[in-house]
């Protein structure tokens, strides 16, 4: 089961990471071929049962007709490491609230600090642009994720 967990207090994340975490500024069908090539990798061990065995394309196609927010307002960033992108964090502000729908990490990476660089980014990010919350989806049975977003502040 997934829920959704909530990060009322935004302020900036201190502290470093050997991973760089870089924008994801591509447009078009250039965006949407890179998003099924990531997606793709990183569900293989997902630990969301619901992603298990699935494809991305319904995920994308769901951001691209902005039935998750407004797309063109979207905030994907990825890690990279020796020229392979192992990490990929995907939000979408809605009204004053930026949400957090996908977080992954290969398998090789997890565990390492990639979520984490992607996180504090995102949330020094958001603190910049104002927002006032942050959501972010979680499946129950994920408690790796689960845990970091509360060390995060997130709380449900």
Known sequence: MKIQLIKNDIIPI???SQFTVERLLVEGQ?????LKDYLSRFIVGS????????????????????????????????????EKVVGILIGIPKDNIFHIFSVHVLPD??????????????INDIYKDNYNSILIDVHTNNIRAYNLYKKFGFSG
């Open 14 to 16: 201190q502290g470093s």
């Open 30 to 34: 250039e965006l949407v071929e890179r």
């Open 47 to 82: 630990l969301d049962p619901d992603l298990v065995g699935a494809k991305p394309d319904g995920f994308i196609n769901n951001m691209i007709a902005d039935r998750f927010g407004d797309f063109k307002k979207r905030y994907i960033v990825t890690v990279n490491h020796s």
């Open 109 to 122: 990476f997890r565990e390492k600090g990639v979520a984490s660089a992607m996180l504090s980014k995102c």
